[in-house]
């Protein structure tokens, strides 16, 4: 951001303000939605690191989506809820571009994550002799610090070529968090390259990790109809299945919003859609993982029956 040029200092978000006799309803709703999600995520995390049991590698992988998810939501909502219930919903230009960045950041690092977990499912089933040895502390540790590592790397670059531009105004966002395609409505001159390089991050950090993720289920579906056992079957649908239902809501909502024609958006959808991916998504992950798996849920009653977390649970 060294070459940043701007005549504004500062930003301010409508949020949901076309919608004032709603303002107290969406903060409690919003409030208890991050509540739980911090709450869900953080005891996900906690119930794998302290049973030994789920020290494998798609744990590992999930422990790593727990963590990501509280990050991810801590990035917007505390701001969205004191712009809900105040008329402080001014955010300077730095901070609009730590917003962003860290929302990126996270926001590609979990597709790339995804990404790494149906690879994993795709060796458990389908290749399940060599599962330990494909899948080493390793490997999976590399997958982690690549996914994390691409995010860092878009983040920065989206982030410097979005406040690289001039905002002269005006400087009302009409979102409720710094989001790249409502900024750049803002900015003064050409800005037809940075919808070209979102177009392009969105393919390349989107697209192609869920396209990577359709190829495995692929495979990993046609090898579960080969398994002989009924029970078999159910036991492999069983764990692939938390993984595509959070893949579905989490891509689903991205593709959306990132890959639609600009001509089609709407600026009331887009905000609603923009709450369910950043906040309803990261609060279903954690009960979708523990009510449909059951080593987890066994976990977390072996851990709830030991007291408040006083070790590791044998």
Known sequence: MANHSSLVSEFIFDGFSGLPHLQTFLFVVVLFMYTVSLAGNATITAVIKLNPVLHTPMYFFLTNLSLLEICYTTAIVPKMLVSLV???RKI??????TQMYFFTLFGITECCLLAAMAYDRYVAICNPLRYTVIMNRGVCAQLSVASW??????????????FSLTYCGPNRINHFFCDIPPLLTLACGDTSMNVIAVYMVAVLFITTPFLLILTSYIFIISSILRMPSAEGRRKAFSTCSSHLIVVSLFYGSGIITYLRPKSSYSTEGDKLLALFYTVVTSMLNPIIYSLRNKEVKEALKRTVSSGLFPGKIK
Not at 92 to 97: L, P
Not at 157 to 162: L, W
């Open 86 to 88: 105040s008329e402080n």
């Open 92 to 97: 300077s230009i730095w901070g609009c571009a």
């Open 149 to 162: 590592s691409v995010g860092v790397i878009v983040g920065l670059g989206q982030t410097n070529y979005v």
